[in-house]
């Protein structure tokens, strides 16, 4: 990892009756990705977003669409999103019985292919797939929810994945999810992410306070 970490605002915390507007001021504030959590009410307990709100966010900016699919099955599900105009998508291992054949598809369907791991599930089983996807997003919490506290053991697994990619010189981008704030954002900096998602300590404050937010989040990172 090199450069300072980029920062993927996720739109779980926003405004959900201004969904445009708020992704715009994020890209204002200097956000370099908007993260887009879909939950299928099945895989986790929450019901979110649909290709229909990617299709519509999409001409609200020029940034990535980094859509995180917490659906089970995924597989049947990365062609809608693909077509809304997501540009990583991301698929949970534990909800991909033929991961290579998923992320396959992803790159086919000419997006970038990422792959979360849920806090419980060992970082070994990835080890055939880091080859043939883009990033690897490692779940700080368990998902479903917004608001939850960051779980340090989860450091381990960031610093273990680093290590590995490094190792295969592979352009595999590591990316946090869960619990990042301006005090748990160093710590994964310094295991190894690349990439934070932030929720609340994104939005909080309004459109006025995000640039703040933002800088305070990368506080902890290297320099560019």
């Known amino acids: 990892m090199s450069g300072r970490p980029r ?34 009410g099945h895989f986790v307990p929450v019901l979110t977003f649909g290709p229909a709100i990617v299709k519509a966010l999409r001409p609200h900016t020029s940034l990535p669409l980094d859509v995180h699919l917490m659906v089970e099955p995924a597989e049947p599900a990365v062609e809608a999103f693909a077509a809304a105009g997501a540009d990583l998508i991301t698929v949970h291992i534990e909800a991909c019985p033929h991961l290579d054949r998923t992320l396959r598809r992803i790159r086919e369907l000419g997006k970038k292919a990422g792959v979360a791991l849920n806090p419980g599930t060992s970082e070994s089983l990835l080890e055939p797939a880091l080859g043939i ?92």
């Not at 739109?11 to 939950?39: K, N, Y």
């Open 133 to 224: 996807c883009d990033l690897v997003l490692v779940m700080t919490v368990n998902p479903g929810y917004g608001g939850q506290t960051f779980l340090t053991d989860q450091l381990r697994k960031i610093r273990t994945l680093r290590e590995r990619i490094d190792a295969r010189s592979l352009s595999v981008d590591v990316s946090v999810d869960g619990g990042v704030n301006p005090e748990t954002a160093p710590l994964a900096i310094e295991a190894g992410a690349d990439i934070l998602v932030a929720g609340a300590a994104a939005f909080q404050g309004g459109a006025d306070e995000y640039r703040g937010n933002l800088d305070r989040l990368r506080s902890g990172g290297r320099a560019s």
């Open 7 to 40: 920062l993927a605002p996720s739109l779980l915390a926003a405004d959900f009756a201004s969904l445009g507007s708020e992704t715009r001021a994020m890209e204002a504030a200097g956000a370099d990705l908007i993260h887009v959590d879909v939950m299928d």
